[in-house]
């Protein structure tokens, strides 16, 4: 979700009312009719290095879909922090955007509130069919055997991005492939005002994003085969413990990175303060920071063992951005084809170009600009090593209660108190217990 990035997450508690800015071109009303058909109210989500980046990014291209169709849309892009609480409060309203950006792993949860539109054969069929889209996107569209409540829009995965450098200074030949090699390195290089690796400890998406990975490395889940949450298990105990362990008991990422938010650990790497980074898609990110594609390599993201593929050496999340509509729009006709060509093949290319993101769309993919060696990387793992994230109706909830309960832990570490098994576990099961009841 990055990110995204993404893509990323907010907080799951719903705000008590809605501010006419954040009303948008939705109806309390509304089923569909063509009641405003010049003008559109869309809601992008932060995907760039700031939020100006992201509005020279589209602005361009809502321009150019005023131009084709007459339609006027009007933008807002959200931040991270922010947007599944907008959602959520406009779900609940009744009062949105017509068209919208979602994480993807927020598609069941946001599903089962039932205000989104259904995209079913005839809807998909208005956009030129399902079958343009890769399979691993649409896997992160909403619950299995229901209509998906969401269209992929960027596709993401994870990666370990690493200075070419510092890794040449420290004489360390090639990136680490298992969890032992990615400590040894990171200490090799943590020294004299640097570390080995950077993460952001108070953004609660990247946190579960990590002990998701980490506890499919270990055999885990934190969902039962019947969507009951079962975040204590040991495996997901162990994968929690180890991603804080890296601060905690490693010492190979820097206390104050407990309280970075979204982006600040990708500035201390293309700022040289970190040798290594995990991260989804990030080349867009760090160029617009002044770091060039000539200074880092990008590699698979480390497993316990062996290589990544499929089973317990998943590597990544899913990761990936869907473009979504409030089903009560006053606009579903002018909705519709503003989804249309934000999937056409010609925007895709822009626009993942543009956020150094895959394409979703199969055609647009295989174009020869989505051939560089880090897209290479970003796609075989997107095809052999990523899982989706649970497509279950409490999977937003579990994003911040897990999410939330990492961020606790780091600070923890932060502080010097000892993170232990039993620690971990506690503040696994303080989270359980903050999910609905069954």
Not at 157 to 174: E, T, V
Not at 178 to 200: C, Q
Request: aromatic residues 8%; glycine residues 10%.
């Amino acid at each position: 979700m990055r990110r995204i990035r993404a893509a990323a997450t907010g907080a799951v508690m719903l705000s008590l009312a809605l501010t006419a800015s954040a009303c948008g071109g939705g109806s309390s009303t509304g089923g569909g009719s063509n009641d405003s058909p010049k003008e559109l109210t869309y809601w992008a989500s932060n995907q760039g290095a700031g939020i100006e980046i992201d509005k020279k990014v589209l602005q361009p291209e809502l321009d150019k879909f005023e131009k084709q169709t007459g339609i006027k849309v009007k933008l807002e892009v959200v931040p991270w922090s922010d947007l599944l609480n907008r959602i959520l409060t406009a779900t609940t309203s009744g009062q949105g955007p017509d068209v919208l950006n979602i994480g993807n792993t927020w598609s069941a949860s946001l599903q089962a509130t039932g205000a989104l539109l259904p995209w079913d054969e005839e809807n998909f069929g208005r956009i030129g069919g399902r079958d343009r889209f890769v399979d691993s996107a649409l896997a992160s569209t909403g619950a299995e055997g229901q209509d998906p409540a969401a269209v992929p829009l960027y596709s993401m995965a994870y990666a370990l991005y690493y200075n070419r450098q510092m890794f040449s200074d420290a004489g360390i030949d090639a990136p680490p492939a298992t969890w032992d090699e990615l400590i040894a390195a990171a200490k090799k290089l943590s020294g004299d005002g640097t570390w080995g690796l950077g993460m952001e400890g108070s953004n609660p998406a990247e946190n579960i994003h990590h002990a998701f990975v980490f506890a499919k490395q270990h055999g885990a889940d934190f969902f039962t085969a019947d969507g009951k949450a079962d975040f204590t298990n040991d495996g997901a105990v162990a994968a929690v413990k180890q991603y804080v362990d890296l601060m905690a008991k490693d010492k190979v990422i820097a206390p104050g990175n407990a309280e970075y938010a979204q982006n600040q650990s990708v500035s201390d790497f293309a700022k040289g303060r970190t040798a290594m980074l995990l991260w989804q898609s990030a080349t867009a990110n760090l160029k617009s920071q002044g770091m060039g594609e000539d200074d880092y390599g990008i590699a698979p993201v480390p497993v316990q063992s062996g290589t990544p593929g499929t089973g317990q050496q998943v590597n990544s999340m899913v990761a990936g951005i869907n473009l979504a509509v409030f089903k009560n729009t006053d606009n579903l006709d002018g909705a519709t084809k503003f989804v249309k060509f934000m999937t056409s093949d010609a925007e895709q290319k822009i626009l993942n170009t543009a956020y150094s993101s895959i394409p979703p769309v199969k055609a647009a993919q295989e174009d020869p600009t989505f051939n560089t060696p880090a897209n290479a990387v970003l796609k075989d793992t997107l095809a052999k090593s990523a899982v989706a994230l649970p497509q279950v109706p409490d999977e937003s909830q579990f994003e911040t209660a897990v999410g939330t309960a990492v961020k606790e832990l780091f600070a923890d570490a932060a502080a010097g108190r000892e993170v232990t098994t039993d620690s971990v576990k506690a503040a696994l099961t303080k989270a359980q217990q903050q999910m609905p009841k069954k």
